[in-house]
C-alpha cells in the first residue's frame, strides 16, 4: 500500500525538480484547476501537484514516489472516468506542460509530448498538410487515447493509433527514460500499445503522419426517432467503403430543442464532396431535423462533437461492444429504453450512447500479439455516455447504466458471439485486482506479467488495471 505524500516531502521534492517541474501545493488556485477533471466521478485529491516541463522533471518525480513509497497518478487530457489518472493525497504527476507537437516532413511523422491533446496535433499537423490517426474529440488527451489502443475517423483507412506510433520515449518505473521503437526495447514498446499505463509515463510518442492537403467532408446530420430503423439500415450499407475512406457515429439521445428522441449521424469521408455523398446516398436521401455536413478541414472534422461534451458536472462513460452490423430493431429499443428514461430523469437529459460505425478490417489487419491491446476483432464500439448533476443519483444512474451494456452484451450473445471483456478504449478496464489478466489482456497476458514483473515488480504503476500473477 503506497501513502499520501506529507508537507516535508513535497518541499524536499519542491527542491529537486526546481529547474525541471512546476509545484502546485494542496489549496492553491493552480492545483484546483489543474486536479478539476472532465468528469468529477473518479476524481480524488492529489497532496500535490507536480507538472513536469521536460522528461527530467518527470523522471525526478517517478523515483522520488518510488523511493518515499508514495501513491502515485498521471494524467494528460483529464478525460477518464475511472480513478486511474487521480491519487488521493499522493502525488499527481500533471502532463499539460508538456504538450508541444513538432513535424519533420523528412520522415512523415510528428513527435508529440506526453501532455499534448488531440487538437494540439491536429492544429500543427494541418498546417503542414498532414494529419494523424487520432480521437473524435479534440480535447481528450493524446496520453490516455494511445496508450488503450485509440480509434477515430482515420481508422478505417489507417488503423488503430497505436498502429500508427513509431516511438516513443517513456519514464519507467526505476526512473530512467528508455527511447523504444520496434527496434529499441522492444518489450516496451510492444507494451505501451495497449497496456502502457502500467508501465510507465511517456513523454514523447512519434506518429505517423499521413498526407492531408484536402479537406474532409464531415458533419451531423440528425433524423427523428421514428426513422431509426431506415437510418441504421442506411449506416450499415455504408459502413465498409473499400479505402477506408468512410467513418460515422451513431448517436441515440434526445433533441435539446424538442426533448424527444432523435438518431444523428456524424458523418466522415476523406474525399471528394461527389465521392461523399454516393458513398452515403441511402442516408441522404432521407429526410433529416438538420444537416451541417459540409466540407471543412480534417482538425474542424475532430471537434465537432465537442460541444456535446462539454467538461463539468458527473460523468461516466461506458463502453459497449456491439454485432457488426448492428440490428435496426435492436437498435430502436435500445433509443426507446434511452428516451424513458432520460425524459423521466431531467438531470440526465444530456447522455448519449455513441456507436462508432468504424470498418474494423483495418483493425483486424494486425495480429493481435503484434501489440499488447487484444481487442481487434469484427464488432463495432458504443460508448455510453452518462452525465448528470446531482451526486445522490450516481447509484441508480450508474445502475441504469449498466443495464444498457447487459442488454448490448446479450444482443451480442444472441448473434453468436460471447462479449470478450477484453480492454479498449472503452471497454473492460478495472481498478479491481481480482480480475485474472487474461480477462482483460486475453492471450497477451502472459507476455505483459512477464513485462512487469521485469521493469516494475513493486508495481508502482497500479492505477488503471491492476496485474498480478493467477496463484495455483
Ligand atoms: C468525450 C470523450 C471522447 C472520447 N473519444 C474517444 C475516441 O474518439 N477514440 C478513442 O479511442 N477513445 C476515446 N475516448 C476514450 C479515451 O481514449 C479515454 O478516456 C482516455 O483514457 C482519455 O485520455 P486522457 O489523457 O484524456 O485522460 P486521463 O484521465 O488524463 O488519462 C487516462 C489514463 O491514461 C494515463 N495517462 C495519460 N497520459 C499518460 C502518459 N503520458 N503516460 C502514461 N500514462 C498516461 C493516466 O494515468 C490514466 O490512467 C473518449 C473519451 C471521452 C470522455
Same mark, same amino acid.
Given at each position: 500500500?503506497?501513502?499520501?505524500?506529507?508537507?516535508?516531502?513535497?518541499?524536499?521534492?519542491? @527542491?529537486?525538480?526546481?529547474?525541471?517541474?512546476?509545484?502546485?501545493?494542496?489549496?492553491?488556485?493552480?492545483?484546483?484547476?489543474?486536479?478539476?477533471?472532465?468528469?468529477?466521478?473518479?476524481?480524488?485529491?492529489?497532496?500535490?501537484?507536480?507538472?513536469?516541463?521536460?522528461?527530467?522533471?518527470?523522471?525526478?518525480?517517478?523515483?522520488?514516489?518510488?523511493?518515499?513509497?508514495?501513491?502515485?497518478? !498521471?494524467?494528460?487530457?483529464?478525460?477518464?472516468?475511472?480513478?486511474?489518472?487521480?491519487?488521493?493525497?499522493?502525488?499527481?504527476?500533471?502532463?499539460?506542460?508538456?504538450?508541444?507537437?513538432?513535424? /519533420?516532413? /523528412?520522415?512523415?511523422?510528428?513527435?508529440?509530448?506526453?501532455?499534448?491533446?488531440?487538437?494540439?496535433?491536429?492544429?500543427?499537423?494541418?498546417?503542414?498538410?498532414?494529419?494523424?490517426?487520432?480521437?473524435?474529440?479534440?480535447? !481528450?488527451?493524446?496520453?490516455?487515447?494511445?496508450?488503450?489502443?485509440?480509434?477515430?475517423?482515420? @481508422?478505417?483507412?489507417?488503423?488503430?493509433?497505436?498502429?500508427?506510433?513509431?516511438?516513443?520515449?517513456?519514464?519507467?518505473?526505476?526512473?530512467?527514460?528508455?527511447? !523504444?521503437?520496434?527496434?529499441?526495447?522492444?518489450?516496451?514498446?510492444?507494451?505501451?500499445?495497449?497496456?502502457?499505463?502500467?508501465?510507465?509515463?511517456?513523454?514523447?510518442?512519434?506518429?505517423?503522419?499521413?498526407?492531408?492537403?484536402?479537406? !474532409?467532408?464531415?458533419?451531423?446530420?440528425?433524423?427523428?426517432?421514428?426513422?431509426?430503423?431506415?437510418?441504421?439500415?442506411?449506416?450499415?450499407?455504408?459502413?465498409?467503403?473499400?479505402?477506408?475512406?468512410?467513418?460515422?457515429?451513431?448517436?441515440?439521445?434526445?433533441?435539446?430543442?424538442?426533448?424527444?428522441?432523435?438518431?444523428?449521424?456524424?458523418?466522415?469521408?476523406?474525399?471528394?464532396?461527389?465521392?461523399?455523398?454516393?458513398?452515403? #446516398?441511402?442516408?441522404?436521401?432521407?429526410?433529416?431535423?438538420?444537416?451541417?455536413?459540409?466540407?471543412?478541414?480534417?482538425?474542424?472534422?475532430?471537434?465537432?462533437?465537442?460541444?456535446?461534451?462539454?467538461?463539468?458536472?458527473?460523468?461516466?462513460?461506458?463502453?459497449?461492444?456491439?454485432?457488426?452490423?448492428?440490428?435496426?430493431?435492436?437498435?430502436?429499443?435500445?433509443?426507446?429504453?434511452?428516451?424513458?428514461?432520460?425524459?423521466?430523469?431531467?438531470?440526465?437529459?444530456?447522455?448519449?450512447?455513441?456507436?462508432?460505425?468504424?470498418?474494423?478490417?483495418?483493425?483486424?489487419?494486425?495480429?493481435?500479439?503484434?501489440?499488447?491491446?487484444?481487442?481487434?476483432?469484427?464488432?463495432?464500439?458504443?460508448?455510453?455516455?452518462?452525465?448528470?448533476?446531482?451526486?445522490?443519483?450516481?447509484?441508480?444512474?450508474?445502475?441504469?447504466?449498466?443495464?444498457?451494456?447487459?442488454?448490448?452484451?446479450?444482443?451480442?450473445?444472441?448473434?453468436?458471439?460471447?462479449?470478450?471483456?477484453?480492454?479498449?478504449?472503452?471497454?473492460?478496464? #478495472?481498478?479491481?485486482?481480482?480480475?485474472?489478466?487474461?480477462?482483460?489482456?486475453?492471450? /497477451?497476458?502472459?507476455?505483459?506479467?512477464?513485462?512487469?514483473?521485469?521493469?516494475?515488480?513493486?508495481?508502482?504503476?497500479?492505477?488503471?488495471?491492476?496485474?498480478?500473477?493467477?496463484?495455483?
Amino acid at each position: 500500500m503506497r501513502s499520501a505524500i506529507i508537507l516535508a516531502q513535497i518541499q524536499t521534492l519542491e @527542491t529537486q525538480v526546481k529547474q525541471d517541474a512546476i509545484v502546485f501545493y494542496a489549496g492553491s488556485e493552480e492545483y484546483k484547476g489543474i486536479s478539476k477533471r472532465w468528469s468529477a466521478i473518479g476524481s480524488e485529491d492529489p497532496g500535490v501537484v507536480i507538472c513536469p516541463l521536460n522528461a527530467g522533471g518527470v523522471s525526478m518525480t517517478v523515483g522520488f514516489a518510488r523511493e518515499n513509497n508514495i501513491d502515485l497518478a !498521471v494524467q494528460c487530457g483529464r478525460h477518464s472516468t475511472d480513478s486511474s489518472a487521480s491519487t488521493d493525497g499522493g502525488i499527481l504527476i500533471d502532463m499539460s506542460y508538456m504538450k508541444q507537437v513538432t513535424v /519533420n516532413k /523528412n520522415t512523415s511523422s510528428i513527435r508529440v509530448q506526453g501532455g499534448a491533446l488531440w487538437r494540439d496535433v491536429n492544429e500543427v499537423a494541418s498546417q503542414h498538410g498532414l494529419a494523424v490517426v487520432g480521437g473524435t474529440v479534440s480535447q !481528450v488527451g493524446v496520453g490516455g487515447l494511445t496508450l488503450r489502443g485509440g480509434n477515430g475517423y482515420l @481508422t478505417p483507412e489507417y488503423g488503430l493509433v497505436i498502429d500508427n506510433l513509431l516511438s516513443a520515449t517513456v519514464v519507467m518505473p526505476d526512473d530512467t527514460e528508455l527511447a !523504444v521503437s520496434a527496434h529499441e526495447n522492444p518489450d516496451i514498446f510492444w507494451a505501451i500499445r495497449g497496456a502502457g499505463q502500467t508501465v510507465g509515463v511517456v513523454t514523447e510518442f512519434e506518429f505517423k503522419a499521413h498526407p492531408q492537403p484536402d479537406p !474532409v467532408w464531415s458533419g451531423i446530420r440528425s433524423h427523428s426517432g421514428e426513422s431509426v430503423l431506415s437510418v441504421m439500415c442506411a449506416l450499415n450499407s455504408a459502413l465498409a467503403h473499400p479505402g477506408g475512406k468512410a467513418a460515422a457515429q451513431a448517436v441515440l439521445a434526445l433533441s435539446p430543442d424538442t426533448g424527444s428522441a432523435i438518431v444523428s449521424a456524424g458523418l466522415f469521408f476523406n474525399g471528394p464532396e461527389d465521392a461523399a455523398r454516393e458513398h452515403f #446516398t441511402q442516408l441522404l436521401e432521407m429526410e433529416c431535423l438538420s444537416d451541417d455536413v459540409s466540407m471543412r478541414e480534417y482538425a474542424d472534422a475532430g471537434s465537432m462533437l465537442d460541444p456535446v461534451v462539454p467538461p463539468g458536472g458527473r460523468k461516466k462513460v461506458l463502453g459497449v461492444q456491439m454485432t457488426l452490423p448492428m440490428r435496426p430493431e435492436f437498435v430502436a429499443f435500445l433509443l426507446e429504453t434511452i428516451e424513458r428514461q432520460l425524459v423521466s430523469e431531467p438531470d440526465m437529459k444530456q447522455s448519449f450512447l455513441a456507436i462508432d460505425y468504424m470498418d474494423p478490417s483495418s483493425i483486424c489487419r494486425v495480429p493481435v500479439e503484434d501489440t499488447a491491446f487484444p481487442s481487434r476483432g469484427d464488432f463495432l464500439n458504443g460508448a455510453l455516455i452518462l452525465q448528470w448533476n446531482d451526486p445522490e443519483k450516481d447509484k441508480p444512474i450508474l445502475s441504469w447504466g449498466e443495464g444498457i451494456q447487459k442488454l448490448c452484451e446479450n444482443e451480442l450473445r444472441q448473434s453468436g458471439r460471447e462479449p470478450t471483456g477484453l480492454v479498449s478504449n472503452f471497454v473492460g478496464y #478495472t481498478q479491481d485486482n481480482q480480475t485474472p489478466p487474461v480477462d482483460m489482456f486475453g492471450i /497477451n497476458a502472459q507476455r505483459l506479467l512477464n513485462i512487469k514483473a521485469k521493469y516494475d515488480p513493486d508495481d508502482l504503476f497500479n492505477k488503471l488495471n491492476p496485474l498480478y500473477e493467477e496463484k495455483g
